[in-house]
Every structure is written in structure tokens, then in C-alpha cells.
């Protein structure tokens, strides 16, 4: 176009809509996300209050994840740290991680026997979001262990596991 016309060509407003188009439809591959995540787990977030990382380091598939809960203060989980498995499957991140205590805890939306979180109990796995990450799990675990409901919970003798 002429200086000083305003948007420029129309061939480049037309490509300016295309390339907006395609960035609000980009879907970030799995072992991307996963890597990403992976890379954020190793340098420690937050607080420390969380934290993970692969349960094996050769595995590529990025598939199985350890992870640490430090429990709340003033709660009955405090000085405790709760071992936990995540699993992200082939649909992660479009699909929730199966995720499961290791150490015995007594929670709500926790099965009892297993350990298992179960999905139609804890909000974060029932209305995942694609954009939630293995650590929006384990923060939103640890907020629900100072929920009124659980925060005073009688915890099984520390230590002990599923």
C-alpha cells in the first residue's frame, strides 16, 4: 500500500487474520507440554510446598511422575511429606492425570484403599482444564487438606503407605 495508508494491503490484513486465527487454535503437543512441565519440576516451584518430577529418568514416553505434597501447617498433616503417583496418559493433557497417594492419608475425594484421588470427588480432575498442569494437582490437593472438612481429619500412623 501507500505511506501513510491505514492497515496496510489488504493481502497483509488478510494474512495478520489468518495467523491470529491459527494462535488461538495451537495445540501444544503432548511431550511438549510434558517437557515443559518436567523442565518447571526440576528447578522447584513456588514454595517448595509441591514438587515432581519422573519417576524414571530415561523414560520418554514422560508417562509416570513421583511427587511430594508438605503438609499444611495447623492441620493435622502438618509436618508430614505424602508421597504421590501421577500418571499422565496418551490424552494428557486434553485428559486428567490418574493420580494416587502412596502414603496413607485420610482425605476426602481420596479412596480409602488405593490411595486413588477419585475424579467425581475432587473438583481439579472432575472439571479439568487442559491448561492445568500436574502441579495445579498437587497445589489443589494441598489447598483441600486445610479445607474445614479435612484440615482436622485423624491421619493413619506416619509413614505408613497403600
Known sequence: GELGSEGGSERERASGAVEIMAAE?????RNFRLLEELERGEHGIGDGSVSYGLEDADDITLT????????PLNTTYENRIYTLSVVCGEKYPAQPPTVRFLSKINMSGVNRHSGVVEP???????????????ETVLTDLRREMVAPGNRRSLQPQEGSTF
Open 64 to 71: 509416570r511422575w513421583n511427587c511430594t505434597i508438605l503438609g
Open 25 to 29: 487454535t495451537v495445540i501444544v503437543p
Open 120 to 134: 467425581s470427588k475432587f473438583s481439579t480432575l472432575k472439571y479439568w482444564k487442559r491448561d492445568y498442569r500436574i
